[in-house]
């Protein structure tokens, strides 16, 4: 288990609003059972905290509840102080666009689309100049070590360099909450612990705050926090 107090550089940061804020949730599916209860968490911007938890456990479940993508029974959601609750389908989707970028195991990264389109995708629906938007996504294809790669098709990639591209586009808005939900599960250890270490350096040089599930302890150990996931919430792990 890591605390703040191990890392100076963090712990003599001044206290930020939280970019994630769950307070009090509760969730169950159809049949009744109850997934979790009374759930609450912060994230502060740049700051990375991993969840596990027994296979069935919610995890999933709760990442989608803190996008707004599935429902909870009880308690409230903030990210960077909005509360979902608050906000109508429409506005649900704009948060969405503007405050949160996903990094799924399946990629979900387009084939016949070059690195540079997949990457800028996410600006493309935020409305911005041509000049920009290519700009920003060669910036991040450089961050994540593929560079040169722009006018590759992503259908060419290996697994490891796919999941540096749905890293960089999941980062290029500058969210304020990144999700990932068992982002290396497919990959050897050796490109999983490679691809674990851009995706911490790119949320905290970013400023997002992230949430990653994993069954990973490697990918637990990167996380500034790890926590269980279990019927009565989070709890400090120990790993
Ligand atoms: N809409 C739903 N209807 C019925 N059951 C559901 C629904 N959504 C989730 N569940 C159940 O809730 C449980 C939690 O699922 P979830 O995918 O969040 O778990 P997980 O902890 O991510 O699991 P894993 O580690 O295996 O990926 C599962 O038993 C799943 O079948």
Do not use: W
């Not at 429409?90 to 990094?103: A, C, H, M, S």
């Amino acid at each position: 288990m890591r605390y703040h107090a191990l890392r100076p550089d963090r712990a003599e940061r001044p206290t930020l609003t939280p970019q994630l804020e769950l307070r009090g949730l509760t969730k169950s599916v159809p049949g009744g059972r109850v997934l979790f209860r009374n759930l609450s968490l912060s994230v502060a911007a740049g700051e990375l905290v991993a969840i596990i938890g027994e296979s069935g456990s919610g995890k999933s479940t709760l990442l989608n509840i803190a996008a707004g993508l599935d429902v909870h029974d009880e308690g409230q959601i903030l990210i960077g102080g909005e509360d979902l609750g608050l906000l109508d389908d429409r506005g649900l989707t704009d948060l969405r666009r503007r405050r949160i970028g996903f990094v799924f195991q399946a990629f979900h990264i387009l084939p016949y689309l070059t690195l540079r389109r997949n990457v800028a995708l996410p600006l493309a629906l935020a409305a911005c100049e041509k000049s920009e938007i290519t700009a920003r996504a060669d910036a991040m294809l450089h961050m994540v070590g593929l560079g040169s790669r722009g006018d590759d098709y992503a259908r060419d990639l290996s697994g490891g360099e796919l999941q540096r591209i749905a890293i960089a586009r999941a980062l290029i808005h500058r969210p304020a909450l990144i999700l990932a939900d068992e982002p290396t599960g497919n990959l050897d250890s050796k490109t999983a612990a490679r691809i674990l270490q851009l995706f911490a350096d790119s949320t905290r040089n970013s400023g997002s705050a992230g949430l990653l599930v994993t069954h990973s302890a490697a990918a637990a150990a990167i996380a500034d926090r790890t926590l269980v996931l279990t019927e009565n919430g989070l709890a400090p792990a120990n790993v």
